[in-house]
């Protein structure tokens, strides 16, 4: 399976809350090729997390359409073809490491002598050899948020999801986890999308930038990073660097309104 | 690098001695003050402390159980027999019922009325019609069955439902249905929520089982023993029925929290009130209907039950369907009016309750407020009282008629001793929820312990004040009638018994009706309470 591109073709999105309706995206187009990492940034409230559903096929669009590689999202999710994770880890407290690692082949119902070769490998790949027994509530945060991570590329996804994966963590922490994904993605680079709310965190790791206002939500720039790949983590020190960020705060803040009454939107509630 | 060797150390134990002398500390402790209090009751014992030697001593207990043990295998064995199929086929039931809730959403709406009836209802009211409409085990086991129903069926309803929405959405990403997620989540994720249940569940099912007993003619079982012995003033052997009864209910506690570890390990199960949570969006004419229905719904079950028992052959002398009731109770044939005979006895009934309740709360708020201020003695009594949430404390209502002799202050004995326990579980556990923060912000501004308790932890413990007061409010009515029943012949419990002995199945009919009206009601006044003081102080309810 090769990665896939991305169409997102004036996507709108509608939620009814107490009988009233709330516009959460509102005409969204965007274009990237495949294998390009893509963040999306913006202010609480701005549509992120449903865009980053729909693109999962979890919610659909009010109007418009999105493609993935010439495909739905459902159609993608019929084959086992996506890949997420969460800001909590969300792994599933009572199977082992291994275990939550070979979960989507559970689900997708299928499992060959080279995806129980591909769940070890995984696991290596993320640094975890010799914690497969363990159980969720025996690891630390960031060795949690890695199984949730090898979980998600395990099944070679054509588009790999990631909703903040990173949002619980310490920054240092944070840090060398954003250093590894780069690492995992140069090794096999999957057409990736990313919610985040760190800016250096987008500009280190991402090809392009979506800016995004809310209230709302829409798509306020795309910016593109210029820096080549592999990028150091003494990259976000530069001048240009902190340049480029202050460039993108600004957009965040001029175009988004701050989110003042905090409620989230629907596709967003179902956490504890 | 350094988080792998971080990482590395998280699983290791602490080893040092002074580590372990420190850990086994409190135990010790713990351990030091049952000793004390188990001294205390034999010297108590020995030396008839109490109502002239109506508490006898643990070892004069041992000894007369020793030398009663030939009676005992046969009444074992038939309150383990009946409780244990009355437990099997009411978790049967409620598992069922729990899933039909998580999975069509009116469910949970249209059943609301059984389900508080069940949860409200004093288990000893049914019993007289029971013992009417069934012979053999049947009571016993009917009795149990309904006992066990409300816990297990929330806790299925609970695990099944209050799952990790992510979760869901891993198993919608790769191509799952509902069918997936209920195989590789929901199932798996309700297993440590149901064992609690179940757990729950399990005392109530002998607890059923004996109250079926106590109202029965003689035969074996532990109840019939108890009722039996009760005329022979022989403390000792009382205590030893009750122990051996405790024991049986903690057995079966024990089973299903050692199954319970075997299985899912220490997995936290799910929380959250039943109460309120099946909101959506329903217009205001549906919801209308569904409480219609759900109100409705106990009536038809009641007719129905009525309706059967009648086609398999029970005399339609001794049942009474709904409209025939109430035309008995406006009839003028009689010479009292049913209305104003159950009237009369609930008007006794209904203070001494209330009383109780309010007695009991009081008494557990303060007892916590005082673990608190002294973690070692929270710590002795919190074992305790957990351990009398296994305990059928009600089947030890002769006991306290013992100590406290056949008036008032044994109602209230007995109200305060089965509302006490579960309302200081839950207001300690509310006080022990405290954020430990918001504890420093009084301590930074130099506030002393008083000042802690007062401002933040009995603010904070409010919604479970609220909780405890809902939990027991039922109880206290069966504690009272139970009381009336056994020890002072006053009030609806003395009418339960009275009317099934004079054959007047009219009146029995009607007392168990008012009594589960009653019982209800007071929960639900209870409920309104809280959710008034809850809004006016914009909390959420405890679970």
Known sequence: MTSAGLHIDRVSRRFDVDGRSLLALDTVSLDAPAGS?????????????????????????????????GETPQALQQRGALGIAFQEASLLPWRSVESNVRFPFDVIGRMTRADRERVREMIALVGLQGFEQALPSQLSG????????????????????????????????????????????????????????????AIFLADKVVVMSGRPGRIARVVDIPFPRERPLSLLASAECRKLEAELLALMFEGGTSDRSGSRTGSERGDD | MTERVRESQVTKKPRSVRQLAVRHAMPLKIALGWLALLALWEIAGRQQWVAGGALPSPSGILGQLVVDWHDYPEHIRATVRTSLLGFLLGNLVAVLVGFLMASWRPAGRLLSGVNVTLFAMPPIALTPILIIAFDGDAPRIALAALSTYYPTMVATVLGLTRVDARLLDLVRLYGGGRWATLRWIRLRHAL?????????????????????????????????????????????????????????????????????????????????????????SMSRASRLLCLAISITLPVLLWWGAVWGLERVGVSSFVLRSPPELVAELFSTMRPE???????????????????????????ALLLAIVGTLSPVLGRVLMPLSL????????????????????????????????????????????????????????????????????LVSLPWSLPYLCAAARLVAPRAFLGVMIAEWLATGTGVGNLLNVARGSLDYGLVWAVVVAAVLVSVLLYLAVTLVEHWVLKRYAMAPAP
């Open chain 1, 37 to 69: 990492f893509i963040a999306l940034i913006g202010p609480s409230g701005c549509g992120k997390s449903t865009l980053l559903r729909m693109l999962a096929g979890l919610d659909q669009p009010t109007s418009g359409e999105l493609h993935v590689g």
């Open chain 1, 142 to 201: 960031g060795m949690r948020q890695r199984v949730a991570i090898a979980r998600a590329l395990v099944s070679q996804p054509q588009l790999l999801l990631l909703d903040e994966p990173f949002g619980a963590l310490d920054q240092i922490l944070r840090r060398s986890m954003n250093e590894e994904l780069q690492r995992l993605w140069l090794n096999r680079p999957v057409t990736t999308v990313m919610v985040t709310h760190s800016v250096d965190e």
């Open chain 2, 192 to 280: 440590p929520t149901l064992l609690a249940g179940l757990r729950v569940a399990a005392p109530n099912a002998v607890l059923g089982s004996l109250l079926a007993e106590f109202g029965s003619g003689s035969g074996a079982g532990l109840g019939h023993y108890l009722i039996g012995s009760l005329g022979r003033g022989d403390p000792a052997r009382l205590w030893g029925i009750g122990l051996v009864a405790t024991a049986i209910s903690a057995g079966f506690y024990l089973a299903i929290l050692l199954l319970a570890r075997g299985w899912v390990g220490r997995q936290a199960p799910a929380q959250e009130s039943l109460g309120g949570s099946s909101g959506g």
């Open chain 2, 337 to 363: 009016s049913l209305t104003s005979i159950v009237g009369g006895a609930l008007a006794q009934t209904v203070p001494w309750c209330l009383a109780g309740m309010l007695v009991g709360l009081a008494f």
């Open chain 2, 387 to 454: 351990l009398t949430q296994s305990m059928p404390l009600v089947a030890l209502t002769p006991l306290i008629v013992l100590i406290f002799g056949r008036d008032g202050a044994t109602i209230l004995a007995i109200t305060i001793s089965v509302t006490f326990f579960p309302a200081y579980v839950t207001l300690a556990q509310g006080m022990a929820l405290v954020p430990a923060a918001t504890l420093d912000c009084v301590r930074v501004l130099g506030g002393s312990r008083w000042r802690e308790i007062g």
